[in-house]
Each structure stands twice: as structure tokens, then as C-alpha cells.
């Protein structure tokens, strides 16, 4: 359980669009929050977006306005809709569900890469 899975990444041109899917193995409802994160080489992970159990959402400035968080409960999925990619959205992008206790569960990652 708390198997996280990750997938729709690939390569893209600058201002398409990729949407990124992350499975649960059990309900989503099991965590607090879901969101994702992303890590570009030689540099810090960072939050992209992020639902709550309860459906409230928050971006990073760097994406507000672009992507969009949401949710497929009966599927036990979180969506992020990348709209607009840039060159600084080349990533690895990580699905991530937080627990009880700040207990956190990871995807293996999917690859962003935007370029022409």
C-alpha cells in the first residue's frame, strides 16, 4: 500500500501541453494532501502543486496560471495539467502523498523535457 506510480511525461515543445498522472494503490483519501514536485539537475526538489483531502489547492508562483492540481477520487489518481511548458519546466516531476505525522510517499519520477 502507498505505492505511488507516476506517468505522461516526455518531450515537448514550448508552449504545448503534457498532462502527468500519479496512481495510488489505495485511495487518495489515505493522505492529508497529494501533490507534485519537481527536481532539475543539480538543484533542490520543489513543490509545483499541491491538493488537500479536502480539495484545496496551491501552486508555485513559477507555474500559477499554467498547470492545474486535480483529482480523480473513484480512479485513485492525481492530475497535474501543464499548459504553456517552458524551458525552465524541464524537470523530473514527482507525484507525492503525505500522511499522518509528516510521513511522506514518493513516485519513482517521469520526465519533463521541454525544447525544440
Known amino acids: 500500500q502507498g505505492q505511488l506510480v507516476e506517468s505522461g511525461g516526455g518531450l515537448v515543445q514550448p508552449g504545448g501541453s503534457l498532462r502527468l498522472s500519479c496512481a495510488a494503490s489505495?485511495?487518495?483519501?489515505?493522505?492529508?494532501?497529494m501533490g507534485w514536485y519537481r527536481q532539475a539537475p543539480g538543484k533542490q526538489r520543489d513543490l509545483v502543486a499541491t491538493?488537500?483531502?479536502?480539495?484545496?489547492?496551491n501552486y508555485a508562483d513559477s507555474v500559477k496560471g499554467r498547470f492545474t492540481i486535480s483529482r480523480d477520487i473513484g480512479k485513485n489518481t492525481v492530475y497535474l495539467q501543464m499548459n504553456s511548458l517552458k524551458p525552465e519546466d524541464t524537470a523530473v516531476y514527482y507525484c507525492?502523498?503525505?500522511?499522518?505525522?509528516?510521513?511522506?510517499?514518493w513516485g519513482q519520477g517521469t520526465q519533463v523535457t521541454v525544447s525544440s
Open positions: 507525492n502523498g503525505r500522511r499522518a505525522f509528516n510521513q511522506d510517499y
Open positions: 491538493i488537500t483531502s479536502g480539495g484545496r489547492v
Open positions: 489505495g485511495s487518495i483519501f489515505s493522505f492529508n494532501a
